[in-house]
């Protein structure tokens, strides 16, 4: 069965540093693999996706990830962390015609000033 | 940007009660969901729904549970004896058609449904 890790349950770091958010896959197939984030009270906003094609996606608000096959990963990067960067990042896996979306357990990032 | 709505953004009520959440999906998508999150635990998938008719549910998607598309904007979860174990926020999210396309889901704010 398809499944998603996010190894680390808690990240803080510093305004201005960059940031890197492990997740990894375990699937027999390329799955579609996304990032989401979620700020308090909010609901689940899409950053990126990967279906095919480049192995390193841009997203939104500077984020980009980079599928890695021999890794079975997907991590997620900045390489300059706002404030209001502030939030719970959830790695998801879906299936190509199967509505079924599998989250990770969720990163949740501090920023410190 | 259009946006998934739910309401109501915070529901309370007894355990044996039955509850409907709402939601009014982007108005072009053709693919629903509903997702729950227990509290510091994963977002879990319960269900999809297209055509008027479940496509996909999980094995926590059990008898208790419906869905409904009652007019053509709203699409509500109906619970019908809440557990306390039901707790959690539950989003709904709507997506397009093209098989492509699909994999892209809009996530609405949540419901935060507390059992008592």
């Known amino acids: 069965a398809q499944s998603v890790t996010q190894p680390d349950i808690h990240i803080t770091v510093s305004e201005g540093a960059s940031l890197e958010l492990r997740c990894n896959y375990s699937y027999g197939a390329t799955p579609y693999l996304f990032w989401y984030v979620q700020s308090p009270g909010q609901g689940l906003q899409l950053l990126l996706k990967?279906?095919?094609?480049?192995?390193l996606v841009q997203g939104i608000k500077g984020f980009e990830a980079e599928f890695k096959r021999s890794q079975s990963s997907f991590n997620l990067r900045k390489p300059s962390v706002h404030w209001s960067d502030a939030a719970e990042y959830f790695c998801?896996?879906?299936?190509?015609?199967?509505?079924?979306?599998?989250f990770g357990a969720g990163t949740r990032l501090t920023v410190k000033p | 940007e259009p946006e998934v709505t739910q309401t109501p953004s915070h529901q309370v009520t007894q355990m044996g009660q039955e509850v409907i959440l709402r939601c009014v999906p982007i108005s072009n998508h053709l693919y629903f969901y509903w997702y729950r999150q227990i509290l510091g635990q994963k977002v879990e998938f319960l269900v999809s729904f297209y055509n008027n008719e479940i496509s996909e549910k999980s094995e926590i998607f059990d008898d208790q549970f419906s869905v409904e598309r009652p007019d053509g904007s709203n699409f509500t979860l109906k619970i019908r004896s809440t557990k306390l174990e039901d707790s959690a926020m539950y989003f709904c999210?709507?997506?397009?058609?093209?098989?492509?396309?699909?994999?892209?889901?809009?996530f609405g704010p949540g419901t935060r449904l507390t059992v008592l």
């Open positions: 998801a896996v879906g299936l190509y015609n199967n509505n079924d979306m599998r």
């Open positions: 990967y279906f095919s094609g480049d192995t």
């Open positions: 999210a709507s997506s397009e058609a093209d098989p492509i396309t699909r994999s892209r889901q809009f």
